[in-house]
């Protein structure tokens, strides 16, 4: 399971990161968090099985480590 830094700077450099308007006011996360890009707040993220829908996530994570 990924950890809060990573999916953080994943949704940072992912070129397909697309932020789920569905959550709104309703979600649990501050203003603040939500003015930088993590797969919390992606379409993409699954959040009952915390992985990504379009199976990006692990090739973005390990083009951070190449980095």
Same mark, same amino acid.
């Given at each position: 399971?990924?950890?809060?830094?990573?999916? &953080? +700077?994943?949704?940072?450099?992912?070129? *397909?990161? #697309?932020?789920?308007?569905?959550?709104? &006011? +309703?979600?649990?996360?501050?203003?603040? *968090?939500? #003015?930088?890009?993590?797969?919390?707040?992606c379409t993409h993220w699954?959040?009952?099985?915390?992985?990504?829908?379009?199976?990006?996530?692990?090739?973005?994570?390990?083009?951070?480590?190449?980095?």
């Amino acid at each position: 399971m990924a950890n809060r830094d990573q999916l &953080k +700077a994943v949704g940072e450099m992912c070129p *397909d990161f #697309s932020y789920d308007d569905s959550l709104g &006011k +309703a979600s649990a996360m501050s203003i603040a *968090d939500t #003015s930088s890009r993590s797969c919390e707040i992606c379409t993409h993220w699954d959040v009952k099985n915390q992985k990504c829908r379009i199976d990006v996530f692990d090739d973005v994570l390990t083009s951070l480590d190449q980095t």
